[in-house]
């Protein structure tokens, strides 16, 4: 673990968690606390190296490592049906990508496994993923946005009119009936066992609860603060927002046991 007094961070740099983090870092103590910006792939790497304490980071993440870590309770990263920011791009129907490649940043580990696990309930096999830069996601026949890229993508390229458009948290809705969990607010283990550190753990998890809370009462405010404000109205912000889930509760946490047990042929555990 990171030595020093200050918890260590992880701020996912994406709209979806902006709201928590606009309240979260105007109530925190800055002596306490040191926010580590990144997208999911790296804050995974670094909570994983113990270079950040805390993050909101992928749900596969958490799956992958249950040694490792434990979660904050009753909040995430989550959808109940579309979530307007993980979308496959392609011009052929889902059903005809069987032997196809599909383009992929490595920005997340969650959206990929997802979308693998997708297509194969679909029937669809032996799709081949290419890690390609955005830039070049153009020319690709199929390719997987998230984020404020997938969400700028949607709204600005008129990409429904060339591209048949799939959004991950629907089809996941759809076929299972729960909430898909893109995202928890992951702790490491050795942070939870340090005793000198738990009244930082402890006002750390109460402002977030409060941060939660909070935001979700002045997201007409916090839109206009948003970076996206110059590419987004503050009507297109707010119906996104209006797709996530920031809740943690039952239906949740069977919905990433069935995720756990479809991918990985186990349950997940929450354990400290």
Same mark, same amino acid.
């Given at each position: 673990?990171?030595? $020093?007094?200050?918890?260590? !961070?992880?701020? &996912?740099?994406?709209? =979806?968690?902006?709201? &928590? #983090?606009?309240?979260?870092?105007?109530?925190?103590?800055?002596?306490?606390?040191?926010?580590?910006?990144? @997208?999911?792939?790296?804050?995974?790497?670094?909570l994983r190296a113990g270079v950040l304490d805390i993050s909101p980071s992928s749900s596969v993440e958490y799956l992958n490592h249950p040694e490792l870590y434990?979660?904050? =309770?009753? !909040?995430?990263?989550?959808?109940?049906?579309?979530?307007?920011?993980? %979308?496959? #791009? *392609?011009?052929?129907?889902?059903?005809?990508?069987?032997?196809?490649?599909?383009?992929?940043?490595?920005? *997340?580990?969650?959206? @990929?496994?997802?979308?693998?696990?997708?297509?194969?309930?679909? $029937?669809?096999?032996? @799709?081949?993923?290419?890690?390609?830069?955005?830039?070049?996601?153009?020319?690709?026949? +199929?390719?997987?946005?998230?984020?404020?890229?997938?969400?700028?993508?949607?709204?600005?390229?008129?990409? $429904?009119?060339?591209?048949?458009?799939?959004?991950?948290?629907?089809?996941?809705?759809?076929?299972? $009936?729960?909430? #898909?969990? %893109? +995202?928890?607010? &992951?702790?490491?283990?050795?942070?939870?066992?340090?005793?000198?550190?738990?009244?930082?753990?402890?006002? %750390?998890?109460?402002?977030?609860?409060? +941060?939660?809370?909070?935001?979700?009462?002045?997201?007409?405010?916090?839109?206009?603060?948003?970076?996206?404000?110059?590419?987004?109205?503050?009507?297109?912000?707010? *119906?996104?927002?209006?797709?996530?889930?920031?809740?943690?509760?039952?239906?949740?946490?069977?919905?990433?046991?069935?995720?756990?047990?479809?991918?990985?042929?186990?349950?997940?555990?929450? +354990?400290?």
């Amino acid at each position: 673990m990171t030595a $020093g007094k200050k918890l260590r !961070i992880g701020k &996912i740099a994406y709209a =979806n968690v902006f709201p &928590i #983090f606009y309240m979260l870092e105007r109530m925190c103590d800055s002596s306490q606390i040191e926010i580590v910006e990144g @997208v999911p792939s790296e804050l995974n790497a670094m909570l994983r190296a113990g270079v950040l304490d805390i993050s909101p980071s992928s749900s596969v993440e958490y799956l992958n490592h249950p040694e490792l870590y434990t979660y904050i =309770n009753g !909040i995430s990263i989550s959808s109940r049906g579309p979530v307007g920011s993980v %979308f496959l #791009f *392609s011009k052929k129907p889902l059903q005809n990508l069987s032997g196809e490649e599909i383009a992929v940043t490595s920005q *997340s580990a969650t959206s @990929v496994v997802l979308l693998d696990l997708l297509l194969r309930e679909a $029937g669809i096999r032996n @799709v081949r993923y290419v890690s390609t830069q955005r830039a070049e996601f153009a020319r690709a026949d +199929a390719f997987l946005l998230i984020g404020d890229d997938a969400l700028i993508y949607r709204l600005r390229t008129g990409a $429904g009119n060339e591209h048949f458009v799939y959004d991950l948290g629907e089809l996941w809705y759809q076929q299972n $009936g729960l909430p #898909f969990v %893109f +995202a928890l607010w &992951i702790v490491r283990k050795d942070l939870i066992r340090d005793e000198s550190r738990q009244k930082l753990l402890h006002r %750390f998890t109460a402002d977030l609860d409060a +941060a939660k809370r909070q935001s979700l009462a002045r997201l007409g405010e916090i839109a206009h603060a948003s970076p996206l404000a110059g590419q987004l109205s503050a009507k297109e912000l707010l *119906s996104y927002w209006s797709k996530l889930d920031y809740e943690l509760e039952d239906e949740h946490v069977r919905s990433m046991h069935l995720f756990s047990t479809k991918v990985f042929g186990h349950a997940c555990t929450q +354990a400290g």
